[in-house]
Nanobody
Framework: QVQLVESGGGLVQPGGSLRLSCAASAFTLDYYAIGWFRQAPGKERERVACISNTFGSTFYADSVKGRFTISRDNAKNTVDLQMNGLQPEDTAVYYC?????????????????WGQGTQVTVSS
């Protein structure tokens, strides 16, 4: 079973930046498409970004397009989410997950292995 660990969350002021990392042990992440999701209290989980395996195609939700960037660091075996221009509405627990296949599916049920999540809070 794939084990993922997210890190990099924290408290940041509006307009600030954070960089989240999704790390894995005992296997290489570049075999998988990796999605970043978030869930705010009282809201459904939302897919915010994804990167495919072979060609590195990316997906961004409209709510984060132009502010968030997903990338792979193969040397560190991580998939990172650079978040700029953070706003209070970005406050959520952020999760990374492996996609069942190598592409970024829009179906959340195609994401099979999930990390524990990291809290991002945007507040002044």
């Amino acid at each position: 079973q794939v084990q993922l660990v997210e890190s990099g969350g924290g408290l940041v002021q509006p307009g600030g930046s954070l960089r989240l990392s999704c790390a894995a042990s005992a296997f290489t992440l570049d075999y998988y498409a990796i999605g970043w999701f978030r869930q705010a209290p009282g809201k459904e989980r939302e897919r915010v970004a994804c990167i495919s395996n072979t060609f590195g195609s990316t997906f961004y939700a409209d709510s984060v397009k132009g502010r968030f960037t997903i990338s792979r660091d193969n040397a560190k075996n991580t998939v990172d989410l650079q978040m700029n221009g953070l706003q209070p509405e970005d406050t959520a627990v952020y999760y990374c997950a492996t996609a069942r296949y190598g592409y970024c599916s829009s179906d959340e049920y195609e994401y099979t292995d999930w990390g524990q999540g990291t809290q991002v809070t945007v507040s002044s």
